[in-house]
C-alpha cells in the first residue's frame, strides 16, 4: 500500500532544522572513494534510496563499502582499476545521477555491464551521456541503443577528447571527467554556463588535478583519487523546502544548520531574497575541507512576484517546483523560463508544477520552458494531489498544503524516501496546525 502524506494548514512555522547531507556530494563520495586508493570514511552521508542504488552498483563490482550506520559509510578503495563485472543486472533504481556517472565509469572498464532503472528513470534520455562517451571508444547496447534504460555499457580503450556541452549538466560534465580517468590523453569538457561543481571540488580534494579555465575541465588519465575521510555538508535542495516555507509565512522563524553553501547552490537564496525575503547567511561558510557550509537563518516576509531565467537556471533546476509554490504565494507575477529540462526530469515538471497549481486555484500558464504565475494570498485545499513518483513535487505540495484552506493528500508519496527520508517528521517539529 502506497503512503498517502496529508498536508494541513497552519498556525506557526518555527524551529531549527539539521537537513540531510547533500546528494550530490554523497553520490559523488562514493563514486570517487570507490575508484580511489584507501580507507575514506564519509559521515553525515545521505542514506536515501538514490544514494543507497550508488552504493549496491559498487559492492557489485567488488568494492569494500560499509554501512557501520544509515550516514556513516567506510569505503576500502582499491584503485580506479579494482572493479570487477558485476553477475547481475545494476539496479539503478529512480537515480538518473548513478546512472549517467557510472555510464562514465563503465566506459573505461574492460568489461560490460548491463542497467536497468524503475519506469520514471527508464523514460529518462540518455543520448546526452552516450554521445560523447561512444566517439571516446565506448559502445552501447539495447532496446533503444543506449536512447534509455535498459541498456548495456560495452567498456573499452578510451580516447582522450574536447567536448563542447550544448547544455549545461553537472551529471554529463562528471560522466565524462570519470571516462576521462581512463583514457588516453587528455579530456576536456566545456560547458556553454557553469553548473554544479561538486565532482570538481571532490577530485581535487582527492588529489586528482583537474584544470579549470573559465567554463573549460581538463583532466589527464595518469592519476586516480587518494581516499581521505569525507564530510557531506546538509542539503540546500532538501533545505529549500523549509527555506520557502518559512520565508512566506508571516512572523515565522528558521534557523538551518551546516548546509551546504556552494557558490554554485545559492541560487535559491538569491531568487528568494529578491522576491523580499529575510535571509541570513549566518557565519562566513566554514569551509570544510572542500565543500563550504555554515548557518542560514530566516524570517517570515511578504513575497514578491520575480523573473527566474536564463544562467540561474541550472543553479536552481531542483528548486524550481518549489519556487513555483513560493511564487504562488507572492504579490504579482513570478515568469520562469529557459528550465526545458524539467520535462526530462523524474517527471515532466513543468507540467506536474502547473496542474497542482491550478488545482489549488492558481492562475498559472504554461510556457514550453517554463510557466507564469500569479501570485495570491491563501491556496486552496480539500483536493487530492498526485506525486507524479517525484519526490521534488510531492514535497512542494505537502508546503503548499501549509497555506492551504483546507488540508490536501498526495497520493503516492514514497518516493520521498529517495532524497528525503526524515521530511515528514522534520516537518511536524516546526509547525502547529489551525
Given at each position: 500500500?502506497?503512503?498517502?502524506?496529508?498536508?494541513?494548514?497552519?498556525?506557526?512555522?518555527?524551529?531549527?532544522?539539521?537537513?540531510?547531507?547533500?546528494?550530490?556530494?554523497?553520490?559523488?563520495?562514493?563514486?570517487?572513494?570507490?575508484?580511489?586508493?584507501?580507507?575514506?570514511?564519509?559521515?553525515?552521508?545521505?542514506?536515501?534510496?538514490?544514494?543507497?542504488?550508488?552504493?549496491?552498483?559498487?559492492?557489485?563490482?567488488?568494492?569494500?563499502?560499509?554501512?557501520?550506520?544509515?550516514?556513516?559509510?567506510?569505503?576500502?578503495?582499491?584503485?580506479k582499476y579494482a572493479l570487477k563485472k558485476p553477475a547481475?543486472?545494476?539496479?539503478?533504481?529512480?537515480?538518473?545521477?548513478?546512472?549517467?556517472?557510472?555510464?562514465?565509469?563503465?566506459?573505461?572498464?574492460?568489461?560490460?555491464?548491463?542497467?536497468?532503472?524503475?519506469?520514471?528513470?527508464?523514460?529518462?534520455?540518455?543520448?546526452?551521456?552516450?554521445?560523447?562517451?561512444?566517439?571516446?571508444?565506448?559502445?552501447?547496447?539495447?532496446?533503444?541503443?543506449?536512447?534509455?534504460?535498459?541498456?548495456?555499457?560495452?567498456?573499452?580503450?578510451?580516447?582522450?577528447?574536447?567536448?563542447?556541452?550544448?547544455?549545461?549538466?553537472?551529471?554529463?560534465?562528471?560522466?565524462?571527467?570519470?571516462?576521462?580517468?581512463?583514457?588516453?590523453?587528455?579530456?576536456?569538457?566545456?560547458?556553454?554556463?557553469?553548473?554544479?561543481?561538486?565532482?570538481?571540488?571532490m577530485l581535487k580534494y582527492l588529489g586528482v588535478h583537474?584544470?579549470?579555465?573559465?567554463?573549460?575541465?581538463?583532466?589527464?588519465?595518469?592519476?586516480?583519487?587518494?581516499?581521505?575521510?569525507?564530510?557531506?555538508?546538509?542539503?540546500?535542495?532538501?533545505?529549500?523546502?523549509?527555506l520557502v516555507a518559512a520565508a512566506a509565512f508571516p512572523?515565522?522563524?528558521?534557523?538551518?544548520?551546516?548546509?551546504?553553501?556552494?557558490?554554485?547552490?545559492?541560487?535559491?537564496?538569491?531568487?528568494?531574497?529578491?522576491?523580499?525575503?529575510?535571509?541570513?547567511?549566518?557565519?562566513?561558510?566554514?569551509?570544510?575541507?572542500?565543500?563550504?557550509?555554515?548557518?542560514?537563518?530566516?524570517?517570515?516576509?511578504?513575497?514578491?512576484?520575480?523573473?527566474?531565467?536564463?544562467?540561474?537556471?541550472?543553479?536552481?533546476?531542483?528548486?524550481?517546483?518549489?519556487?513555483?509554490?513560493?511564487?504562488?504565494?507572492?504579490?504579482?507575477?513570478?515568469?520562469?523560463?529557459?528550465?526545458?529540462?524539467?520535462?526530462?526530469?523524474?517527471?515532466?515538471?513543468?507540467?506536474?508544477?502547473?496542474?497542482?497549481?491550478?488545482?489549488?486555484?492558481?492562475?498559472?500558464?504554461?510556457?514550453?520552458?517554463?510557466?507564469?504565475?500569479?501570485?495570491?494570498?491563501?491556496?486552496?485545499?480539500?483536493?487530492?494531489?498526485?506525486?507524479?513518483?517525484?519526490?521534488?513535487?510531492?514535497?512542494?505540495?505537502?508546503?503548499?498544503?501549509?497555506?492551504?484552506?483546507?488540508?490536501?493528500?498526495?497520493?503516492?508519496?514514497?518516493?520521498?524516501?529517495?532524497?528525503?527520508?526524515?521530511?515528514?517528521?522534520?516537518?511536524?517539529?516546526?509547525?502547529?496546525?489551525?
Open positions: 500500500m502506497s503512503h498517502s502524506f496529508v498536508s494541513s494548514p497552519i498556525k506557526s512555522f518555527a524551529g531549527d532544522l539539521i537537513v540531510p547531507g547533500d546528494k550530490s556530494i554523497s553520490h559523488r563520495s562514493l563514486f570517487l572513494t570507490s575508484l580511489g586508493q584507501g580507507k575514506a570514511k564519509i559521515s553525515n552521508f545521505l542514506s536515501g534510496e538514490d544514494c543507497q542504488a550508488t552504493a549496491r552498483a559498487f559492492q557489485a563490482m567488488g568494492v569494500d563499502i560499509t554501512f557501520e550506520s544509515p550516514t556513516e559509510v567506510i569505503v576500502n578503495g582499491k584503485g547481475e543486472v545494476l539496479d539503478m533504481g529512480n537515480s538518473g545521477t548513478t546512472t549517467r556517472l557510472l555510464m562514465g565509469v563503465l566506459a573505461g572498464q574492460d568489461f560490460s555491464a548491463e542497467l536497468k532503472g524503475d519506469a520514471s528513470l527508464s523514460s529518462r534520455p540518455m543520448k546526452r551521456v552516450v554521445e560523447p562517451l561512444t566517439q571516446m571508444g565506448a559502445s552501447f547496447s539495447g532496446p533503444t541503443n543506449g536512447a534509455q534504460l535498459p541498456l548495456q555499457v560495452n567498456g573499452g580503450a578510451l580516447n582522450g577528447m574536447t567536448h563542447p556541452l550544448k547544455v549545461a549538466s553537472a551529471q554529463v560534465k562528471s560522466s565524462l571527467l570519470l571516462a576521462g580517468l581512463y583514457a588516453d590523453g587528455l579530456t576536456t569538457v566545456i560547458e556553454p554556463n557553469q553548473s554544479r561543481d561538486h565532482t570538481e571540488r583537474v584544470e579549470t579555465e573559465d567554463l573549460s575541465y581538463t583532466i589527464d588519465s595518469d592519476q586516480e583519487p587518494k581516499n581521505k575521510d569525507i564530510f557531506v555538508p546538509g542539503d540546500i535542495s532538501s533545505a529549500a523546502f523549509f512572523n515565522s522563524s528558521l534557523l538551518i544548520k551546516d548546509v551546504g553553501l556552494n557558490p554554485t547552490r545559492m541560487a535559491i537564496i538569491e531568487v528568494l531574497r529578491k522576491m523580499g525575503a529575510q535571509i541570513t547567511v549566518l557565519l562566513e561558510p566554514k569551509s570544510e575541507k572542500f565543500e563550504p557550509y555554515g548557518d542560514v537563518e530566516v524570517f517570515g516576509h511578504p513575497l514578491i512576484g520575480t523573473e527566474i531565467s536564463g544562467a540561474m537556471i541550472p543553479y536552481l533546476i531542483d528548486e524550481i517546483p518549489v519556487l513555483a509554490v513560493a511564487a504562488a504565494l507572492a504579490d504579482g507575477e513570478t515568469v520562469i523560463r529557459d528550465a526545458a529540462e524539467l520535462r526530462v526530469k523524474e517527471s515532466d515538471r513543468i507540467k506536474a508544477v502547473v496542474t497542482s497549481l491550478q488545482k489549488l486555484g492558481v492562475q498559472v500558464e504554461e510556457l514550453e520552458d517554463g510557466m507564469v504565475i500569479q501570485g495570491q494570498p491563501r491556496l486552496k485545499g480539500g483536493e487530492t494531489f498526485e506525486s507524479y513518483g517525484d519526490h521534488r513535487i510531492a514535497m512542494s505540495m505537502a508546503i503548499a498544503g501549509l497555506f492551504c484552506d483546507k488540508p490536501i493528500t498526495i497520493k503516492n508519496a514514497d518516493c520521498i524516501q529517495t532524497s528525503f527520508p526524515s521530511f515528514e517528521e522534520k516537518l511536524k517539529l516546526l509547525v502547529t496546525y489551525e
